[in-house]
Nanobody, 124 residues
Framework: QVQLVESGGGLVQAGGSLRLSCAAS????????TGWYRQAPGKQRELVAA??????AYVDSVKGRFTISRNNAKNTVYLQMNSLKPEDTAVYYC???????????????????WGEGTLVTVSS
């Protein structure tokens, strides 16, 4: 019903920047919350940033470095990542919730549709 395609991942040195994109198609009018999650091997999946109804939320470790934004004309959500650290290395996933606005941090289990992910590797 909703298709999500992430792009923009790659290899970057510590201190560098990347911008991830999440292009949505299908029944996009049903989307209420969009989030970026990441998962590293051996680690649990965690919320990185989310946006809903004009509100945003970030995990503490990325506050001041990452920014989530939207371009509604392009049906795209972005994650601008600055001052990248090796600890940011993970597969980053875009996900949406069609059921509710999360004015906070939506758990991964609440999200309805997921992209396939894009790998971000930060070297030291």
């Amino acid at each position: 019903q909703v298709q999500l395609v992430e792009s923009g991942g790659g290899l970057v040195q510590a201190g560098g920047s990347l911008r991830l994109s999440c292009a949505a198609s299908g029944n996009i009018l049903s989307i209420r919350t969009t989030g970026w999650y990441r998962q590293a091997p051996g680690k649990q999946r965690e919320l990185v940033a989310a946006t809903a109804g004009g509100s945003t939320a970030y995990v503490d470790s990325v506050k001041g470095r990452f920014t989530i934004s939207r371009n509604n004309a392009k049906n795209t959500v972005y994650l601008q990542m600055n001052s990248l650290k090796p600890e940011d290395t993970a597969v980053y996933y875009c996900a949406v919730d069609k059921d509710r606005y999360w004015f906070g941090s939506p758990p991964a289990t609440a999200m309805d549709y997921w992209g396939e992910g894009t790998l971000v590797t930060v070297s030291s």
